[in-house]
């Protein structure tokens, strides 16, 4: 009698194309993020690690072989980027033939933002705060107090994933319907405006 393994559940980290994020790339390769993804039955683990990445993702592949595979049954790879976009990615996380739905964990850029709102997989959104003029934290908040995402913080990533696990529970489609004013007048299409530098 042949055993079927169990469904595929991907974690798919991306810290997007401009600016490197080794402090997401080193939060999600922790320890405690792992465990976090395997206590919520996660199998995969991919990172886009950008060009600055890819050293610290190389490190950190090696030690594991070092360890002797010790850190568990998450499946971990990584790439620098893809000049097609990350749809396809996303969209594996977003689960598909049989498998279980995932997550994506993104730095707080609007356009990685907005094609995981796209695709309709639960995110996380994590801001980097090394950026200048950084608007991400606002983007984050915002989308977060809307229910679209989980703001993610650096320091407790492991907490994202369990809140990640609730967001699929009343996870709303994108884009959201027009439901009048918002009360504190600037709304999701002025934190998007303010990102994507549309003045007034």
Request: glycine share 12%; proline share 5%.
């Amino acid at each position: 009698m042949v055993e079927s393994s169990p469904p595929k559940k991907l974690c798919f980290v991306t810290i997007g194309a401009t600016a490197d994020f080794n402090a997401l790339i080193t939060g999600v390769l922790s320890q405690p993020f792992l465990q976090a993804l395997k206590r919520a039955h996660y199998t995969h683990l991919l990172i886009q690690y950008g060009k600055g990445g890819a050293s610290l993702f190389s490190d950190y592949i090696q030690q594991r072989r070092a360890d002797g595979e010790r850190t568990g049954d998450i499946n971990v790879e990584g790439f620098d980027f893809d000049k097609a976009g990350l749809t396809k990615q996303m969209s594996a996380a977003r689960g598909q033939k049989g498998d279980s739905e995932g997550v994506v964990v993104s730095h707080a850029g609007s356009g990685s933002i907005l094609d995981a709102l796209r695709i309709g997989v639960p995110l996380i959104v994590v801001p980097n705060p090394e950026l200048l003029d950084n608007h991400q934290v606002e983007l984050a908040e915002e989308l977060a107090a809307q229910g679209y995402v989980i703001h993610g913080k650096l320091e407790d990533l492991p907490a994202a994933v369990e809140d990640a696990e609730k967001l699929r529970e009343r996870h709303k489609s994108w884009p959201p319907v027009n439901s009048g004013a918002d009360p504190s007048g600037r709304g999701l299409a002025g934190v998007m405006d303010d990102e994507m530098g549309f003045l007034d």
